[in-house]
C-alpha cells in the first residue's frame, strides 16, 4: 500500500504542475482536476466556452489498478510516462492503457499479461461467434 501511495503522490504532484489555471489563448476555458484517493482515480479535463461553443474534454486520465499506474488518456505536451519514470517509478508498473494490449508489449512501458490473455481471447471469441473468421 505505501508504494500505491508513493505513486498517487507523483501522479497528484504531476497533475498540480500541469492541470491548473486557464489555457494560454483561451482565457474562458480552465483546467479542472479529479482526484479519487478511495478508488484511485485520476483525471484532468478543460471546461468552459471558447467563443459560443462549449468546451470540454479529458486531457489526463490514470487509475492504479492492481499496484501499477495505468495512464486510460495522456493528452499532454509532456508525456505522464515518462515524467513517472523519471520520478522513480518502475517502467514495468505503468500501463500505457491508451494502446490496444496487443501493442503493449513493443511499448517500453510495462504489460499486464493476465489482461492481455483476456482481450485476445474475448476477440477470439467474437470473431468466431460472428463466423468471420
Not at 462549449?54 to 489526463?60: E, G, Q
Not at 505536451?77 to 500501463?95: R, S
Request: glycine share 8%.
Amino acid at each position: 500500500m505505501e508504494e500505491i501511495r508513493q505513486y498517487e503522490k507523483f501522479i497528484i504532484e504531476l497533475m498540480n504542475r500541469y492541470g491548473t489555471g486557464t489555457i494560454y489563448n483561451m482565457p474562458t476555458i480552465e483546467f479542472q482536476r479529479l482526484i479519487d484517493r478511495e478508488n484511485f482515480h485520476y483525471m484532468i479535463y478543460t471546461i468552459g466556452w471558447y467563443k459560443r461553443k462549449r468546451a470540454h474534454s479529458c486531457v489526463f486520465h490514470a487509475d492504479i489498478i492492481d499496484g501499477k499506474i495505468w495512464i486510460q488518456h495522456d493528452g499532454t505536451d509532456v508525456g505522464f510516462a515518462a515524467e513517472l519514470e523519471e520520478m522513480g517509478v518502475p517502467k514495468e508498473n505503468i500501463i500505457l492503457a491508451f494502446h490496444h494490449p496487443s501493442k503493449w508489449e513493443y511499448t517500453r512501458f510495462g504489460t499486464d499479461a493476465g489482461y492481455v490473455d483476456k482481450i485476445v481471447n474475448s476477440e477470439k471469441s467474437v470473431v468466431s461467434s460472428t463466423g468471420l473468421n
